[in-house]
């Protein structure tokens, strides 16, 4: 498992059928500059991680991968995923459902994901707007920050500095003139 570190967001999924997805999503939002935790190696049996729950805890945003069937065995309390979207709720992240093709929420949700249906989320049923409900993603729901949104301020910065000395040169050149012309 990767090691604990400064992660923004947690991605959630179910291995089969959502790990593709995941991977995705990871690449795009790190290339964002946003730090994304996956978790795409296999845990040891046994009782659940409790490693994974710190990730969570850290993470301001819970991004959840609603694959076809994802949730459906959500009706297992032992069920990993279910067990993460329960920890997110105690802990108020801030959940966002993305809901990929051929995804249907489950006739019953467990109490203590409870509410899930109900989250605003992103809905990515196509392959061609995956790059659009990315941008929604991030537009839209995302409470962390990318780490490029600063350099995006400083290069408008740059952009303004640079286009009012080009007016502050024009101003003085068209007084010389007129200066010239007058006198
Ligand atoms: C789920 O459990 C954990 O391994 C991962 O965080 C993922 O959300 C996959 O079974």
Do not use: H
Not at 159 to 168: D, H, N, R
């Amino acid at each position: 498992m990767e090691q604990q570190k400064d992660y923004d967001i947690f991605l959630s999924y179910r291995r089969e059928g959502g790990e593709t997805t995941a991977i995705l999503i990871r690449d795009r939002l790190t290339e964002k500059g946003y730090n994304v935790f996956l978790d795409i190696e296999n845990l040891n049996a046994g009782s659940f991680n409790t490693k994974l729950l710190d990730v969570i805890d850290n993470c301001k945003d819970f991004v959840l991968i609603c694959s076809k069937g994802a949730l459906d065995r959500c009706n297992n309390p032992d069920d990993w995923v279910r067990l993460e979207i329960a920890y997110a709720f105690a802990k108020e992240k801030n959940i966002i459902p993305i809901m990929l093709r051929g995804f249907e929420w489950p006739a019953e949700i467990p109490s203590e994901i409870a509410g899930l249906e109900y989250q605003n989320g992103v809905a990515a049923e196509k392959n061609e707007y995956f790059d659009a409900a990315i941008d929604r993603l991030i537009d839209k729901f995302l409470l962390s920050k990318s780490s490029k949104s600063g350099m995006k301020a400083v290069g408008t910065f740059v952009k303004i500095g640079l286009i009012a000395s080009i007016l502050e040169a024009l101003i003085f050149y068209i007084s010389v003139v007129l200066n010239a012309i007058v006198f």
